[in-house]
């Protein structure tokens, strides 16, 4: 199983490596605009829970782009599956389905972390320094595991790359802005913070924005964040057996 | 070698394979000889397990290979390693190099890196590709990716190569480099199983024949024996704007033929085109 895990994961990583000169700028390019617009121009002024806005702004931009760059490995899978028709290769393989879904969240994870890591550079270039402990980074990590597994699950059911893009702009937009990453959700009125503390980037939000401020994150997002992931991957897993024929 | 029983394929209100029987012998090259929308990928599809049949049994040196695809069965990775598949569709990852191609093959079928390496050597100078090794393979012309995908289906070994379609879209001369290819593979030993709709293709590459014709073998046999049914010559006469042949067994007759008539013809030597042709009432092409 770790072979055939190895060698899904390796061929993503081959390929993010011959694009990585344009993905840096493509991954710096909306969080640096966020970080200008909201955080310089219009949040100069604005404190929250005694944090500037950008200190605010940052964890959440976070959490937003670890869960749209996991995400948008389907993307990836979409066009390897209809446009190259390489999904055929890998099924003809002697790889599992457990190890091909294992080896596209990984590398769905890996982009996570790596734009992740641009975004605390352009932090650090706007005087931000964040706390990147451990808790910080399990977040990250689980919040991306989450993404991740439902982009796999979601490319293996949809019909067309066209199909792709609308799941993304009626699930993962709305989340992106919705889930506590630009504003605090006790802006919300209570049913309103109710049905978004559903979203499990809710809780990836706050547990990042906490850990990275220096507070103590709840567990029980983790928890949350984690059960959602193994639930999307084991989805993911059924997926794949159904996207044959 | 390749046993296929009473295969099924429906697709909603399409059957698209009824019945089918085949059984291919080991060191044989066999070719699956039918136009357009015939059902040769789709058969293609299920012997490598890309697509579950509805109903029948597919076997490959003895290991069944119904619902083997993508899971966890010891059985389904061995009927795996047997197979190498050269689909229709260029299916290679166009923004990494030809050794990165055969690397990730190489990878997902289990081989150890020395023994990588030396495969991929050997291959690339098999296909006549070593010069290109750090190309991208969107860089390759047309019959170079045809190379490339046969010699990563080589990669692991296998004992049956499946081959859908491998000269679509080549020129003459590519086409017949690649026949040299698929033939020195046969040589060592390598069971091909081909679909074509060249009739040229199946008459100079297959030991056996099948045609098929909307889901039902018609016929297998040699190349010879099929178009010996009909005789060795053929008379093509145009009768409104249709052509239509007239089969003599010796030249000799076919010049008599002509002769007797008031009419203009073209002498050939009869094809496989022909034996499907009087089966069917249709061209292949």
């Known amino acids: 199983m770790i072979h055939s895990l190895l060698a899904v994961y390796y061929r993503e990583m081959l390929i993010m490596r011959r694009r990585l000169t344009r993905l840096i700028p493509s991954w710096s390019v909306s969080p640096l605009l966020y970080l200008i617009a909201f955080g310089y121009a219009m949040g100069k002024h604005v404190a929250i829970d005694g944090h500037s806005y950008m200190e605010f702004l940052i964890p959440g931009l976070i959490a937003m782009n670890s869960m749209t760059q996991s995400f948008a490995i389907a993307s990836e899978i979409n066009i390897a599956r209809f446009y ?162 | 070698m390749i046993k296929v029983e009473n295969l099924n394929k429906i697709y909603k209100s399409v059957h698209a394979l009824k019945d089918i029987n085949l059984h291919v012998k080991k060191g044989e090259l066999f070719a699956y000889l039918g136009p357009n929308g015939a059902g040769k990928s789709t058969t293609i599809r299920i012997l490598t397990a890309l697509t579950n049949p509805t109903s029948g049994s597919v076997s490959i040196n003895g290991f069944d290979i119904k619902n083997s695809g993508f899971s966890f069965k010891s059985n389904s990775i061995k009927s795996r390693q047997q197979c190498g598949l050269v689909p229709q569709s260029i299916n290679l990852d166009q923004e990494l190099s ?131 049914r009909l005789g060795t010559w053929a008379l093509d006469r145009l009768i409104e704007d249709k052509m239509e042949p007239i089969y003599f067994n010796n030249r000799e007759e076919a010049n008599n033929y002509i002769a007797s008539q008031n009419e203009s013809f073209t002498l050939r030597r009869v094809n496989l085109e022909d034996a499907f042709l009087s089966m069917t009432g249709k061209k292949v092409k």
């Not at chain 1, 994870?109 to 451990?134: D, E, H, P, Q, Y």
């Not at chain 1, 990275?212 to 959602?228: D, E, F, H, K, R």
């Not at chain 2, 040589?187 to 030991?207: K, P, R, V």
């Open chain 1, 84 to 245: 190259w028709h390489i999904f055929e290769e890998i099924q003809a393989a002697p790889v599992n389905d457990l190890s091909y879904v294992a080896g596209e969240v990984l590398a769905g994870i890996t982009r996570a972390i790596l734009s992740t890591t641009v975004i605390l550079i352009l932090g650090k270039i706007f005087g931000v320094n964040l706390s990147c402990n451990f808790m910080f980074w399990l977040g990250v990590l689980l919040n991306s595991f989450v993404f991740s597994s439902l982009a796999v699950g979601l490319a293996m059911l949809v019909k067309s790359h066209g199909d792709q893009v609308l799941l993304t702009s009626f699930v993962i937009t709305p989340m992106a802005f919705l889930g506590g990453t630009f504003f605090p959700l006790e802006n919300f009125p209570v049913w309103g913070q109710n049905l978004i503390h559903i979203l499990p980037i809710t809780h990836a939000a706050k547990a990042i924005r906490a850990a990275s401020l220096g507070n103590t994150p709840q567990i029980s997002s983790y928890i949350v964040m984690a059960a959602t992931g193994c639930l999307f991957f084991v989805i993911s897993v059924m997926c794949v057996k159904k996207a044959k024929d």
């Open chain 2, 98 to 228: 030809v050794y990165e191609n055969l690397t990730i093959h190489g990878l997902l079928f289990r081989m150890g890196k020395s023994e990588r390496n030396k495969k991929i050597e050997e291959l690339l100078s098999y296909v006549d590709l070593s010069s290109r090794k750090e190309s991208l393979v969107k860089e390759l012309s047309g019959g170079m990716k045809r190379r490339l995908m046969i010699a990563r289906a080589l990669m692991h070994s296998p004992s049956v190569l499946f081959l859908d379609e491998p000269t679509v879209g080549l020129d003459a001369g590519m086409r017949r480099k690649i026949w040299g290819l698929i033939k020195k593979i046969q040589q060592q030993g390598t069971t091909i199983f081909l679909t074509t709709h060249y009739i040229e293709e199946a008459e100079f590459l297959a030991d056996r024949v099948a045609f098929l014709d909307t889901g039902t073998i018609l016929v297998v046999d040699t190349p010879s024996n099929l178009m010996s």
